[in-house]
């Protein structure tokens, strides 16, 4: 029987790429460079499975492709918002991605950049590296303690409730969330944790906002300008969800005029462009969308999506299916 044709659409862990090489008639992307729209369309219409990643957007256009051969996008990433998953619906494509396994690495990079934030690491490396740094100073970068300080959690799934546990547990935080539904009451227990009943009430209140809710229009600008005057002057936000959770021009503006202290991003409005506000300020630590990039979970990412094709591929539902 001749196998089954899969299309990569950017460069993976050498591992997981073995094995799609052993187990399919597999195109990879060697080069790494983003596939255009037209490469898209072309893939959908003669490969039996395209696996695209949160940098490809399957628009509803691309999705409506004539003659597709493809009955399954494996999605590389948990986050599905780059995919117009109601097209796809409409197609009869069957849409997975990879939750799990990249949790505690992605919740690491929230407390990361919570912390970064606070003791303004990012200014003290740039006066390093800029031979600016004379010695120490009673007075000098002095930042914000974290231990024992409220955290606030908007979104309380999988990886909120993965930094929960390290805050609270590892820097004796208190935990407050703003969640849609209410979460299993031995969690909450655990973490000791508080729900608002409104997004107004854990802004006022928190330390430290940390952003864990799904992209997509439902959540664009959630954090605008007013919300962010609602937020504590000394507080910080730090955002591993989707840059689109937050309005830039507002974020600037907030960090500029000192409504806020400071903030943590790991990913972008339009990314990988970057509004060039955020490269003035000193009061933001700015990372390349870390959050799930480890070793091990890049790998367990690939695995699990080779794992939902072939369940797929033989007929049965594959574990991680979002439509
Ligand atoms: C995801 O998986 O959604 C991340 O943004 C990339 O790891």
Excluded at 16 to 39: C, F, G, T
Aim: charged fraction near 25%.
């Amino acid at each position: 029987m001749s196998k089954q044709k899969v299309i990569v659409t950017r460069k993976w862990p050498a591992e997981v790429e073995a094995q799609l090489k052993d187990l399919y008639d597999v195109h990879l992307n060697e080069s790494d460079i983003p596939m255009s729209a037209d490469e898209l369309k072309c893939a959908l219409q003669t490969a039996d499975a395209l696996l695209p990643t949160v940098t490809d957007q399957i628009t509803a256009d691309i999705l409506s492709v004539e003659n597709k051969r493809a009955k399954i996008i494996g999605n590389f990433g948990v986050g599905y918002n780059n995919i117009d998953i109601n097209a796809a619906k409409a197609q009869g494509l069957v849409v997975t991605n990879t939750p799990h396994v990249l949790t505690d690495c992605t919740a690491d990079i929230a407390m990361l950049l919570l912390l970064m934030s606070a003791r303004r690491a990012s200014e003290g490396e740039r006066l390093i590296r800029n031979k600016k740094w004379t010695g120490w100073k009673p007075t000098q970068l002095i930042g914000q303690k974290v231990t024992g300080k409220i955290l606030g959690l908007i979104g309380f799934g999988r990886i909120a409730q993965a930094m929960a546990k390290k805050a609270h547990h590892g820097f004796g935080m208190k935990i407050l969330f703003y969640a849609p539904s209410q979460p299993a009451q031995n969690i909450v227990e655990d973490l000791q944790a508080t729900r608002c009943e409104t997004l107004e009430e854990l802004l006022s209140e928190a330390n430290f906002v940390s952003l864990h809710c799904p992209g997509g229009e439902a959540t664009r600008h959630l954090i605008n300008e007013q919300r962010l005057k609602l937020m504590r002057p000394s507080a910080h936000l730090i955002n591993t969800a989707r840059g689109d959770v937050v309005d830039s021009k507002a974020l600037i503006k907030a960090l500029k005029e000192g409504w806020i202290a400071g903030a943590g991003l790991d990913v972008y409005e339009g990314e990988p462009a970057i509004d060039p506000g955020f490269l003035e300020l000193d009061n933001v630590a700015l990372l390349p969308h870390l959050g799930s990039a480890t070793e091990e979970t890049r790998v367990a990412m690939g695995n699990r999506v080779l794992a939902n094709i072939a369940a797929f591929f033989a007929g049965e539902e594959p574990g991680d299916r979002v439509v």
